[in-house]
């Protein structure tokens, strides 16, 4: 402490060079002991100074604890927790109570490394401070303010000794004991290898793999190495045996040195630290297929497997194998059933079987899935049977090789199983032949048919009945057109593929006669007050056209509904002129409104009105006084009115 007061004053070069003098001189400072965490005492002094998370620091871990819970009688305990606490550190009350569990003694340097003894654990150390420097980052969380800065700037020696948290191998964090200043840094990961081989027991060479006969003792080698930065802690390694390999009895050895066995078959033995670089190697003995004999024993590869695990980090496995051979023995097998169709119920079938090594073979049982079966004997390693089936369906055959082989074995198999398929007789009918009248006396002509059994239609041949030639063709529907009317009978011949269906027939027969029509007269009479009335009208129609209604233009815009009748029909026109009437008469004809090619069905109509005659002027009479001119123009005046009236009503009634 004293120290640090004299230095304060001081250029900051002057005091980095000082106190690495003083390291360079120092001894002792990674001989740190990992002994129970709550004992650990570190020894470095205390630092009481404004920079100290933790006034003056600690000494030992309980101490730590205790002013971390309470505050340092300088600090308030709030303070602390927010330092620790705050995004950087991510520190928390029970990472501090764990501290009693998982911290080690160790130390941080001043360019940003953490040990643990003389084990590298992390690198790029930075921490925290209650005073500022320059390089330093500020920091407020929770109203505590701090100042976050690598262990490079302003670190005022060499090293200080903290307390180093370190869980599965990997460090957690740190607490300097001089300051009570948290420590992160990126953490040294452990890692680790494992390797599995296997040799005959005897030999002198380790091998992946190894060839073996039954009842052979082999050794087999299991090793575990650190290949991670720090050590790898608390390594759970375990082997797992294959049936039929049995273990040796306390052949188990670990580096050397014979150990229990019921763990390392088990849940595994542990490791507790491994160091980089390190390795721990298990061997043991073992006997592949100890009980086999000549008739039980078959050829397989035994895979022996060794795991280890260690918490945060993967479980690996590597493994060994162990070939086994046998000594030659009968070997007998159904190799193959094939099948041939000859017919569409009857098929061939072709067993074939194998027998080697004193086996031989002796028949052929045969199944064929209708309740039916026969048995062949014969040596020979090929057998043909022919079957034929009584009705459809699918039918699943299955042969069985017998072979004398230390007596009378059976032998079948997924091959020696094969399915057959009865069709049904092949069967077809035609069902209908639709004859549609169509214009210019086409017809289309439609063919449904019905089929079973595999039936396939190859042609139709259409026979119209008009002496044209035949039309082939697989369509169902084909369009004629005849020449002429008259009463005709079409036929269409179906012919099939598949089994014997024969020919099958349809017919039909059809009348054409071509529609005609047309409207053959039209007139009308003229009456009062330019009044018309239809006197006539007549139509023709045959070969299927019927007469269906008339329309009548009246030829001054106006246009009659439709309408049966035309005869009575009336009109008035509204002012003189001549006007062309047209009657349209319109037909059925094949299901579709025709109307009557126009010309014959028209009239024309001319309307006038007589003028009016003129008006006698009156004869100049003697003046034979006022009176007699008075009489005789009131007789004049009253002859003119009797007459104009009498000309007018002519000519509102025309």
């Not at 369906?393 to 299955?398: F, L, M």
């Not at 049904?424 to 639709?434: F, G, I, M, R, S």
């Not at 009657?583 to 004809?589: L, Q, S």
Request: net charge positive.
């Amino acid at each position: 402490m004293r120290l640090i007061n004299k230095l304060k004053g001081m250029p900051r070069n002057l005091i980095v060079g000082v106190f690495v003098a003083v390291a360079s001189v120092a001894t002792g400072f990674a001989l740190y002991t990992n002994a129970n965490a709550a004992n650990i005492v570190l020894n470095d002094g205390s630092e009481c100074v404004k920079q100290s998370v933790i006034w003056c620091g600690s000494q030992d871990l309980a101490t730590l604890q205790t002013k971390y819970k309470n505050g340092d009688g300088h600090n308030s305990a709030a303070s602390i927790h927010n330092i620790y606490a705050s995004p950087k550190f991510g520190i928390t009350s029970t990472d501090i109570a764990n501290m009693s569990k998982y911290a080690v003694a160790g130390s941080v340097t001043s360019d940003g490394k953490v040990y643990v003894g003389n084990e590298l654990v992390a690198t790029n150390a930075y921490t925290a401070s209650r005073g500022t420097t320059s390089d330093s980052e500020k920091v407020t969380y929770n109203g505590t303010t701090f100042y976050i800065r690598h262990t490079r700037v302003s670190w005022y020696k060499p090293v200080t000794k903290a307390y180093v948290v370190m869980i599965n191998g990997k460090f957690q964090f740190a607490v300097m004991g001089p300051c009570g200043n948290p420590i992160k840094a990126t953490p040294k990961l452990p890692d680790y290898s494992i390797l599995k081989d296997v040799r005959v027991k005897g030999s002198s060479t380790w091998l992946n793999s190894v060839s073996v006969k039954s009842n052979t003792r082999v050794e087999y080698r299991v090793t575990v190495k650190s290949t991670g930065a720090v050590s790898a802690k608390n390594i759970k390694v375990n082997d797992i045996l294959p049936s039929n390999v049995q273990y040796v009895s306390s052949t188990l050895k670990r580096d050397g040195m014979a150990i229990g066995s019921s763990a390392f078959f088990g849940t595994g033995d542990t490791i507790s630290s491994l160091s980089p670089g390190k390795t721990v190697t298990y061997t043991f003995e073992a006997i592949v297929a100890p009980n086999d004999t000549v008739y039980t024993c078959e050829a397989k590869t035994y895979v022996n497997t060794a795991k280890m695990s260690s918490a945060g980090l993967p479980s690996k496995s590597d493994t060994a194998n162990v070939s086994k051979t046998c000594a030659a023995k009968p070997t007998y097998s159904c190799t193959s059933l094939t099948q041939k169709s000859l017919a569409r119920d009857t098929f061939e079938f072709t067993a074939k079987a194998q027998a080697d090594n004193g086996a031989t073979i002796t028949g052929y049982e045969y199944n064929f899935g209708d309740d039916n079966t026969k048995t062949e004997t014969t040596s020979a390693s090929t057998n043909t049977v022919s079957h034929k089936y009584s009705q459809a369906g699918t039918y699943t055959v299955t042969v069985t090789a017998l072979v004398n082989a230390n007596g009378t074995q059976r032998a079948t198999s997924k091959e020696c199983v094969t399915t057959v398929t009865v069709k049904e007789a092949a069967v077809a009918k035609c069902e209908n032949l639709k004859l549609t009248l169509g214009d210019n006396r086409t017809v289309t002509a439609t063919v449904t048919y019905t089929t079973s059994g595999g039936a396939v239609l190859k042609n139709i041949a259409y026979d119209f009945g008009d002496g044209t030639a035949v039309v082939n063709d697989t369509k169902t529907t084909v369009d004629h057109q005849y020449a002429k009317d008259g009463n005709y009978t079409v036929v269409a011949t179906l012919s099939f593929t598949g089994g014997e269906v024969v020919d099958q027939e349809c017919q039909a027969s059809i009348g054409i006669n071509t529609p005609a029509y047309s409207c053959d007269a039209f007139d009308v009479t003229k009456g009062d007050n330019r009044t018309v009335t239809v006197n006539k009208f007549s139509t023709s129609q045959s070969g299927g056209a019927t007469y269906k209604e008339v329309r009548i233009d009246w030829g001054d815009g106006a246009m009659s509904e439709p309408a049966v009748k035309a005869i009575g029909q009336t009109h008035s026109y509204k002012a003189d002129g001549t006007y062309t009437i047209v009657a349209t008469a319109y037909f059925n004809v094949n299901d579709q409104t025709v109307s009557a090619p126009a010309g014959h069905c028209q009239t024309e109509v001319t309307f006038t009105t007589p003028e009016t005659p003129p008006v006698t002027p009156p004869q100049v009479l003697p003046n034979t006084g006022a009176g007699d001119v008075i009489g005789f123009f009131g007789a004049t005046t009253l002859a003119g009115g009797l007459l104009h009236r009498f000309f007018l009503r002519r000519k509102f009634e025309a």
